[in-house]
């Protein structure tokens, strides 16, 4: 696996994916940028829920030469259902590979991804209402008004095209009600 460009690093990653069948959505920033307004990042957030063994495969697939991953920490991420970070060692373009959640919440946002052309490639993608969700709870861990920067572009472009009962319900659940008006204020 080898690339050059983001694009590149997407299309090997998610030919990755598909070809072990690793269950992958992408989420953060692209997902935002895709349902509501752009924004830079050089970095490339992925959710992900593989077996032991599928893990093992990406990781045996991943050319040193090209990538650096510590097979360790993503084997304890897989343990921990955390996050452990691949980077394409030519461009610096960091995958950050977050391994789904146990959680309700984790299960049906990967229930629901939907597929999306980011950088012209057709990928599962988090659906608009749980990019929201997931951003105010990065916002609720992190106090990042870039988050709820990135919800107001949402709802700026998506708004009339949101399920808003399964919003309400787990923004009451997730205990997120501040943080989604501080957000829909600034839309």
Same mark, same amino acid.
């Given at each position: ?43 490339? !957030? ?24 510590? @097979? ?19 461009? @610096?373009? *960091? ?39 997931? *951003? ?8 990042? /008004?870039?988050?709820? /920067? ?14 808003? @009962? ?11 009600? !501040? ?9």
């Amino acid at each position: 696996m080898t690339a050059s460009a983001p694009q590149d690093l997407l299309r090997a990653i998610v030919e990755r994916f598909d070809s072990i069948g690793i269950p992958y959505m992408i989420v953060g920033s692209f997902a935002s940028t895709a349902h509501g307004e752009p924004r830079s990042t050089q970095d490339l !957030d992925l959710v992900i829920d593989p077996t032991p063994e599928q893990l093992e495969q990406l990781i045996v697939g991943l050319d040193a030469e090209h990538y650096y991953v510590d @097979a360790d920490v993503a084997r304890d991420a897989l343990q921990r259902r955390a996050m452990f970070n691949v980077i394409e060692i030519e461009t @610096a373009w *960091k995958l950050d590979l977050v391994i789904r959640k146990a959680r309700a919440f984790s299960i049906a946002e990967m229930d629901r991804r939907q597929l999306t052309s980011i950088l012209g490639i057709r990928v599962a993608t988090a659906t608009p209402e749980d990019t929201i969700i997931a *951003k105010l709870e990065w916002a609720k861990l992190g106090g990042s /008004d870039r988050q709820l /920067d990135d919800v107001a572009g949402i709802l700026r472009v998506r708004g009339s095209e949101l399920d808003v @009962a399964y919003l309400d319900r787990w923004i009451a659940e997730l205990e997120l009600a !501040d943080l989604w008006q501080r957000a829909r204020a600034r839309k």
